[in-house]
């Protein structure tokens, strides 16, 4: 099992190797020289029955109910002010819609235990324990979260951290790299919500993802799981993490 660093920052000491277990952790520094390499071995990306028993007791109240609203609300917008409406593209149709969205699920967390937000990585997301760990996006093009393809954002898909964000993880309660989620919603030609589901994206490995449709017509209505093709997660693959200074200013675009 991992087990978090102790003492003074990895970045201020000298070349060292440590193993624990089943993993090794490889830090190859000189003081004060960045960047330097981490990497977690062992730790598996969540499948699909582990990350449905962690999510399903807040299914409806954090992952459902509060996007439900917030489209509704966006639509009463339209409705009540479609001369305000009619100038905004779809990227603040997302933003407006991801503020209510955001709201809602913070509103949902003041009565629930076990699951909180999370400000480490600079967007919003809850961390359920401390695995998985969930964002909340617009699906675009073939369900796929709509992404501004930052750095970060590629990482993410990865499912690879940063130093940077590792350190606040730990401050938060997360001492090693939890499998990052995302919650979606996709709407049709006249912004009707479609579908709300959870998926996991791991780029190094197209077959190592999964979907899991959780209201919509796709779900019969009923929750049902709805695996990709061929999405079954191989054996155990590492959490991989990267060094960088800074992570990338994400601003409004996250939203999106």
């Not at 009565?111 to 999370?118: A, C, Q, T, V």
């Not at 709300?196 to 796709?218: F, L, Q, S, T």
């Not at 779900?219 to 993490?241: C, N």
Request: hydrophobic letters at 40%.
């Amino acid at each position: 099992m991992y087990a978090a660093p102790k003492g003074p920052s990895p970045r201020r000491l000298p070349a060292l190797v440590a193993a624990w277990g089943h993993g090794t952790l490889v830090l190859n520094s000189v003081i004060n020289r960045a960047p330097i390499s981490v990497r977690w071995y062992g730790l598996s990306v969540l499948k699909l029955a582990a990350a449905r028993q962690a999510r399903d007791p807040y299914r409806t109240s954090v992952f459902t109910t509060p996007v439900l609203n917030a489209v509704a609300t966006w639509r009463e917008f339209v409705r009540q002010s479609p001369h305000h409406a009619k100038p905004m593209d779809e990227t603040t149709r997302a933003n407006m819609i991801h503020c209510w969205w955001r709201e809602g699920v913070r509103q949902a967390l003041f009565d629930l235990s076990g699951i909180r937000e999370i400000k480490s990585l600079g967007f919003f997301a809850v961390a359920v324990g401390a695995n998985p760990l969930v964002r909340f996006k617009l699906l675009g093009g073939g369900g796929r979260p709509s992404n501004v393809n930052t750095d970060q954002q590629v990482r993410l898909s990865c499912q690879e951290y940063d130093e940077d964000s590792l350190d606040s993880l730990t401050l938060e309660g997360i001492p090693a790299p939890p499998t990052l989620l995302t919650c979606g919603y996709s709407l049709d030609a006249v912004a009707e919500i479609n579908s709300v589901e959870v998926r996991c994206e791991y780029r190094p490995e197209p077959n190592a993802g999964w979907r899991w449709v959780i209201w919509g017509e796709a779900a019969g209505g009923i929750s049902e799981i709805e695996q990709l093709p061929l999405f079954d997660i191989p054996g155990p693959q590492p959490a991989r993490v990267k060094s960088a200074k800074r992570r990338d200013a994400q601003g409004q675009q996250d939203a999106k």
